[in-house]
């Protein structure tokens, strides 16, 4: 069974000379920072919402004004 490595994942040091592989730490996303996007995109995503129903109902008053007059 063959093991393919990343080459992210591992740095070899140059100036020994044995080569001796070294395990390079994940960086890890910023939590807040992400749930800090999730919701300026609800809010960003509500406002369109409620501006297209504002823009339905208005049409409809609109549409009705027309009619019964």
Same mark, same amino acid.
């Given at each position: 069974?063959?093991?393919?490595?990343?080459? &992210?994942?591992? +740095? !070899?040091?140059?100036?020994?000379?044995?080569? %001796?592989?070294?395990? #390079?730490?994940? *960086?890890?996303?910023?939590?807040?920072?992400?749930? &800090?996007?999730? +919701? !300026?995109?609800?809010?960003?995503?509500?406002? %369109?919402?409620?501006? #297209?129903?504002? *823009?339905?109902?208005?049409?409809?008053?609109?549409?009705?004004?027309?009619?019964?007059?």
């Amino acid at each position: 069974m063959k093991t393919n490595l990343k080459e &992210k994942n591992f +740095l !070899v040091a140059e100036n020994s000379d044995v080569a %001796k592989v070294k395990k #390079v730490r994940a *960086v890890r996303p910023n939590i807040d920072h992400l749930i &800090k996007r999730i +919701l !300026v995109e609800r809010r960003k995503q509500e406002k %369109k919402h409620f501006l #297209v129903f504002t *823009v339905i109902i208005s049409v409809f008053v609109v549409v009705a004004f027309y009619i019964y007059s």
